[in-house]
């Protein structure tokens, strides 16, 4: 837990990648964009969040191929906890080595964040 607050706090909103634009295969996760103005590091936020909840395989390997696990750690800490499904939080925490027990943590806010549709009256 120690290791992503400390990143956090030293490089909040500033990912490490070099400039570069999406490959074409992506631009159907992106389709109300003008996807040849999405930059892989000016957009990053938008470029994780959006594989992370609804990729396809190759999609997914590609984003764990173009970020480190610190950036993609980061936008988990930072915005991954507010807009992605506990399922889709939980599978890249993992898959970025987030310590169990602040994984574990993240999903429980997701999960509450959810439970509008638990809590809905229904006859």
């Not at 999609?59 to 988990?76: G, I, K, N, P, V």
């Not at 599978?91 to 997701?110: E, I, S, Y």
């Amino acid at each position: 837990m120690e290791k992503i607050i400390e990143l956090t706090q030293k490089n909040i909103g500033k990912f490490t990648m070099q400039s570069a634009s999406i490959p074409i295969f992506l631009n159907s996760f992106f389709w109300e964009y003008d996807t040849a103005t999405i930059d892989t590091a000016k957009h990053a936020s938008l470029i994780m969040g959006r594989i992370m909840e609804r990729g396809s395989w190759e999609a997914m390997r590609w984003l764990h191929q173009t970020y480190s696990a610190d950036d993609l750690a980061l936008f988990l800490r930072t915005k991954g906890i507010q807009i992605l499904p506990a399922r889709e939080l939980n599978f890249w925490a993992l898959l970025c080595g987030v310590p169990d027990r602040t994984r574990n943590h993240w999903v429980k806010k997701a999960r509450a964040k959810n439970s509008v549709w638990t809590q809905r009256y229904a006859h």
